[in-house]
Antibody, heavy 121, light 107 residues
Framework: EAQLVESGGGLVQPGGSLRLSCTAS????????MSWVRQAPGKGLEWVSA????????YFADSVQGRFTISRDNSKNTVYLQINSLRAEDTAVYFC??????????????WGQGTLVSVSS | DIQMTQSPSTLSASIGDRVTFTCRAS??????LAWYQQKPGKAPNLLIY???NLQGGVSSRFSGSGSGREFTLTISSLQPDDFATYYC?????????FGQGTKLEIK
């Protein structure tokens, strides 16, 4: 069974940094593009960033461009989200999710349970 | 960026009712539209992909339709487990965008 497990969230002061990790199991990780989607408390879903199956391409929402970086290690079945210059509005649960790559347009068919990032002084 | 607009924001309904949600895209996205169900404290769950295809394991009470800019999700006969928030999402191009969600409440 496919599974995604996020880690690395926590309480951080404004301007601080965190690195989130998402470890995959139960499927061929290197066949999937990976994304991070966040959800602020009581709010809707916001796509944040994506990385292709090989790691050769990455994409970011305007709201995080220049502050967030995404990377992956296919040997460890893990995708990372480095979040810098944190702001209060980055407070959210961050979900890791996958979509099969190289097959055209595909939806997010598996999600992790999420990790909470809280930005406060 | 493609904007996704869902209506209504909240829908009150009873067990056994048939309900329909609407999602509109700011530009044509073909059929590259997914619907997700989310319950409080849980991750979203894929229900429908490519506008009208039922994800494996999802009840046949759920159905989707539409193409281009306008899409609908229908639940044919509401069950207690269906009360949740529903999101549409376009995966036609990055940045992938979600609608603001429709919360389905028990009347």
């Amino acid at each position: 069974e496919a599974q995604l497990v996020e880690s690395g969230g926590g309480l951080v002061q404004p301007g601080g940094s965190l690195r989130l990790s998402c470890t995959a199991s139960g499927f061929s990780f290197n066949n999937y593009a990976m994304s991070w989607v966040r959800q602020a408390p009581g709010k809707g879903l916001e796509w944040v960033s994506a990385i292709s199956d090989t790691g050769g391409s990455s994409y970011f929402a305007d709201s995080v461009q220049g502050r967030f970086t995404i990377s992956r290690d296919n040997s460890k079945n893990t995708v990372y989200l480095q979040i810098n210059s944190l702001r209060a509005e980055d407070t959210a649960v961050y979900f890791c999710t996958r979509r099969i790559d190289g097959s055209g347009f595909t939806p997010f068919d598996c999600w992790g349970q999420g990790t909470l990032v809280s930005v406060s002084s | 960026d493609i904007q996704m607009t869902q209506s209504p924001s909240t829908l009150s309904a009873s067990i056994g009712d048939r309900v329909t949600f609407t999602c509109r895209a700011s530009q044509s996205i073909g059929s590259w539209l997914a619907w997700y169900q989310q319950k409080p404290g849980k991750a979203p769950n894929l229900l429908i992909y490519r506008a009208s295809n039922l994800q494996g394991g999802v009840s046949s009470r759920f159905s989707g339709s539409g193409s281009g800019r306008e899409f609908t999700l229908t639940i044919s006969s509401l069950q207690p487990d269906d009360f949740a928030t529903y999101y549409c999402q376009q995966y036609y191009e990055y940045p992938y965008t979600f609608g603001q969600g429709t919360k389905l409440e028990i009347k």
